[in-house]
């Protein structure tokens, strides 16, 4: 998902010039406006696993963002097992989404996004 939410990166934010021509003070600026139109998201309910056997397998290791969605209020009213899994890997991708983000900003060392705008 990292290589994905980079080509999210060069889609939103990279002007004619193959520069980054943003402003931002940290990482979750970088991912309020990379999730602005949806974009964050969209990858991430498109990483969420659809067949029954996956899911069974990742709620082995992973049942604690089950318990976190839940806790959340993702889960309201869910009672199909498999959709409780599935909002548990939405928690688990969306951490993964917001590290992803802040370790490209930390790779670009910020100065990618922090660069003066000219008109």
Do not use: P
């Amino acid at each position: 998902m990292k290589a994905d939410i980079k080509e999210l990166m060069n889609e939103k934010l990279m002007d004619g010039d193959g520069e980054y021509g943003y402003t931002f003070g940290d990482a979750w600026e970088l991912y309020e406006h990379l999730d602005y139109s949806g974009g964050v998201h969209e990858l991430i309910d498109s990483s969420i696993d659809i067949y029954y056997d996956d899911l069974r397998k990742w709620a082995v290791d992973g049942w604690m963002y089950v318990e976190s969605a839940i806790d959340e209020g993702l889960c309201e009213g869910v009672t199909d097992y498999h959709k409780l899994i599935q909002a548990g890997q939405y928690m688990s991708l969306r951490e993964d989404a917001n590290q992803y983000i802040e370790d490209l900003f930390d790779e670009l060392d910020g100065i990618a996004f922090n660069v003066e705008v000219t008109a």
